[in-house]
């Protein structure tokens, strides 16, 4: 396939990581260009960042039709947009900086809306009418996918899982902007790589690894990953088992909790956590299956993602087909912008 044949301009906007790509409504890309955010990096210095790669690589086509952008953050009908992690972007009108920048029609989806796409139409999802997605990383997001289409739900806010309060009281745990006990504040990376570094220090272990290989954030919620928990937990030891156990139980709750809502076919689940393989889903699927009524027992595939971290970037791609599909991508009155 030429690049000419590639019309659609995909952005990744997360919160540590962004990507840039050219793509074709079948799903090929090419001309991929990732970076990491900068710890200095607000919402405004995030998007010059981004857009600068974007304007490298659409030089490689003639006939781009469609810029999409899958947002880190949640996303109102009419594009804008807020973010947990990064500070900065509630000043930003980035449907417009977009369009002001390449001169094409902008579509902007959250991005675990975004990865739900991505699995159903390229990934893990394909064949599944009714799908559930969810991303366990930094945070907990979601989508839903109903009767093949997209789930936005009355204010562009549906398959919110990681606020979904699963422990409350005044013991709950506190994560980013949520509130107290939710479920990204139980299973989310972060928060499983917290109660594994309390456990460890409960044991009186100290942990060699060196404080500047990690994140802002890993610093701040504790020395530990997630990935150190579940590697320990294969190793079956005793501390990262039962931290695994608790995480996976309220992950469990979360599952089941959108099952019954959705009578969904199928689960994908996402993000860096889901990269245990095994040693979540084994655990995890006997746990749904506990939290589960038994007239939906056993009707649900619960499955691993098979795009990884691209399936937001693609999602972005399949959303900005859905687009050319339906002819919504007019030309653009730039007037409109102009102060």
Not at 59 to 64: I, R
Not at 171 to 176: E, F, I, K, S
Not at 246 to 269: F, H, K, P, S
Request: hydrophobic share 40%.
């Amino acid at each position: 396939m030429s690049d000419l044949a590639l019309p659609i301009l995909a952005f990744d906007f997360g919160g540590t990581r962004g990507r840039c790509c050219l793509g074709a409504t079948d799903g090929t890309y090419k001309h991929v260009v990732g970076f990491e955010r900068g710890h200095d990096d607000d919402g405004a210095s995030w998007l010059r960042r981004l857009v600068s790669a974007g304007r490298e690589i659409r030089q490689h086509t003639d006939k781009l039709s469609i810029v999409s952008v899958s947002f880190g953050g949640p996303v109102t009908p009419e594009g804008r947009v807020v973010s947990m992690h990064v500070p900065g972007w509630e000043n930003v009108d980035l449907v417009r900086e977009m369009t002001l920048a390449f001169g094409a029609p902008v579509v902007v989806e959250n991005d675990a809306n975004s990865g739900a796409l991505g699995e159903h139409r390229f990934g893990a999802g394909r064949g599944a009418r009714y799908m559930a997605f969810f991303t366990v990383s930094t945070g907990i997001g979601g989508g839903v996918i109903l009767d093949n289409k997209l789930y936005r739900g009355a204010h562009g806010m549906a398959a919110e899982f990681g606020h979904m309060v699963m422990h409350p009281g005044p013991n709950a745990p506190q994560y980013a902007a949520g509130k107290p006990g939710i479920l990204e504040a139980l299973a989310s990376g972060p928060a499983i790589g917290r109660d594994g570094s309390i456990a460890r220090e409960k044991l009186g272990t100290k942990i060699s690894r060196k404080p500047q290989l990690f994140t802002e954030m890993e610093a701040k919620l504790g020395m530990l990953t997630a990935k150190d928990v579940f590697d320990a937990a294969q190793k079956k030891e005793a501390w990262a088992l039962e931290v695994r156990d608790n995480a996976v139980n309220n992950l469990a709750r979360g599952v089941a909790a959108v099952i019954c809502a959705y009578d969904v076919e199928r689960v994908v689940i996402g993000g860096g956590v889901a990269s245990a393989g095994d040693t979540l889903f084994v655990p995890l699927r006997k746990a749904v299956s506990h939290y589960l009524p038994t007239f939906l027992d056993g009707k649900t595939d619960i499955v691993q993602s098979s795009l990884g971290d691209l399936a937001p970037i693609l999602g972005a791609i399949a959303t900005a087909s859905e687009r050319l599909a339906v002819g919504a991508t007019r030309p653009i009155d730039h007037t409109a912008f102009e102060d």
